[in-house]
């Protein structure tokens, strides 16, 4: 039976069958609409048939989504052993995988009141409601963040928060995939404790890796394994020195591919860190712009900043990254407006470091010895909690102890000994905030920008 016979043969007594007869109608209508004479239309109807094929592509999403879900209804999915996607496909081979795979997780969450709401706007194309609906790839992200939190979460609170984000994804204008993903990462991040994001954190740092392998005709291939601060600092890096650029002495273009340009900057980077002589030491590693809030910043409510390339960073690993890295953070107020747009000033000058070597003389965490050509300067007390940058408030830490002062909240000092300054650590977890409340106490800090008596709460609260 052909697929106009189909069509006739699902228009019974009862009227047409739904979705079947109207999808049947559709495939015998685009079949033979002869894609090859579009030379014959004019430019604004070439624009009108994208727009309306746009349109019946997200129609066609959402009545997968609905067919999906009354699959399951009916356990059409898992006979046989099959599950639901291979089911699917076998059923459908035409339908992409990315395809079915969105679709499938929407489609098993449409009995679940607490989505309820997130499968009726995926499934409002189903009526010709484009402009407000929300793709079903919007959708899946949606439903895979929300179970992925409700079993820590506040129900009540995690509804509201999921109502927010389905709203600013909706429509034309909604967020996009990349930046809704960004947001729910945020947001589980707020919804879950402090040290479970600090233990992700961890674990994501701990499986940076590269590894070496033979490429194409003697070639060799690096693959890079970085989490979110590792990936940000090497995009800064590499952004900066890939640009096309023209040849200076004869002007032609940069013909060189983005994945030629990236690989020549990278080794670029790698000549000028070993050429550098020894003895003189490199700071400013990398400029960095970091969107953050400025009770995050200075720990009064949880949060996180945000780079330029949408990369989250933990408050801890700005602040730490700010002690020695080229961090220009760009502090929102309250109502978003900016702040303050920092510079590199805060950062301590070469001839600071220098100095610093000489005295410290390696990583000054107890029981450290990696040299000091190792190490990153650290503020004692964090230029964002008013701390000065001279060489009484510094101390030279590997990249893991400085990781791990910045995370424990350890607090150090420079204190007298046998043969001059040396640094001191109270390694007392929150020993750091017991400091700046008693400096703060003692008005021996700066008020921070929008803190007018200068006493916040070392403590982090949520944010409102």
């Known amino acids: 039976m052909s697929t106009a016979d189909e069509g006739f043969a699902w228009r019974g007594a009862a009227g047409p069958r739904p979705v079947l007869a109207a999808t049947a109608a559709a495939l015998e209508a685009m079949t033979s609409s002869s894609p090859e004479r579009l030379w014959a239309l004019g430019e604004g109807e070439v624009t009108a048939a994208l727009q309306l094929l746009g349109r019946l592509s997200a129609c066609v999403d959402a009545h997968l989504v609905s067919v999906l879900a009354e699959a399951k209804r009916r356990s059409l999915d898992q006979g046989e052993g ?21 679709a499938d997780a929407v489609a098993g969450s449409a009995d679940e009141p607490r989505l309820a709401d997130v499968v009726a706007a995926a499934t409002a194309a189903c009526t010709g409601d484009t402009a407000s609906s929300l793709p079903v790839s919007k959708a899946a992200q949606l439903v895979r963040f929300h179970r992925s939190v409700r079993g820590l979460a506040d129900a009540d609170q995690l509804e509201s928060l999921t109502g927010i984000l389905l709203d600013s994804a909706r429509g034309h ?20 404790p402090d040290r479970l994001v600090e233990h992700e954190d961890d674990a994501r740092r701990a499986h940076r890796s590269m590894v070496k392998s033979r490429g194409p005709l003697g070639l060799s291939r690096y693959t890079l394994l970085l989490d979110d601060e590792g990936a940000a600092v090497v995009d ?8 096309p650029s023209r040849d200076e ?3 032609e273009l940069d013909l060189r591919t983005p994945a030629a340009r990236r690989a020549d900057a990278l080794l670029d980077l790698v000549r000028r860190a070993v050429e550098v002589p020894d003895g003189i030491p490199r ?13 995050v910043l200075t720990r009064r409510c949880r949060g996180a900043g945000l780079t330029s390339g949408d990369a989250l960073l933990t408050t801890d690993t700005v602040r730490r990254m700010a002690c020695d ?28 470091i220098r100095h610093l070597w000489l005295r410290d003389r390696r990583c000054t965490f107890p029981g450290c010895s990696k040299p000091a050509r190792w190490t990153d300067a650290h503020h004692l007390v964090h230029w964002a909690d008013g701390g000065a940058t001279d060489v009484g408030n510094a101390a030279l830490l590997c990249r893991a102890h400085h990781t791990v002062v910045h995370r424990q909240r350890y607090a150090g000092s420079v204190v007298g000994g046998d043969h001059g300054p040396v640094v001191q650590w109270q390694l007392v977890p929150g020993s750091y905030d017991d400091l700046v409340e008693a400096l703060r106490r003692s008005r021996l800090r700066v008020a921070p920008p929008g803190d007018p008596d200068g006493c916040p709460s070392p403590r982090p609260r949520p944010c409102s």
């Open 173 to 192: 204008g909604g967020l996009s995939e990349g930046d809704l993903a960004v947001a729910l990462r945020h947001t589980a991040n707020e919804l879950r």
């Open 325 to 352: 890295a080229e961090v220009v953070p760009v502090v929102l107020g309250s109502r978003g407006e900016v702040l303050d747009q920092g510079q590199a000033k805060r950062l301590f000058t070469p001839g600071q």
């Open 82 to 102: 099959w599950g639901p996607v291979d089911w699917a496909r076998a059923v459908a081979p035409e339908l992409p995988q990315r395809t079915v795979l969105a």
């Open 283 to 295: 700071q400013a590693k990398t400029t960095l712009v970091v969107t953050v809030g400025l009770d």
């Open 236 to 243: 800064a890096a590499v952004d900066a020195l890939a640009r």
């Open 249 to 251: 002495e004869t002007g």
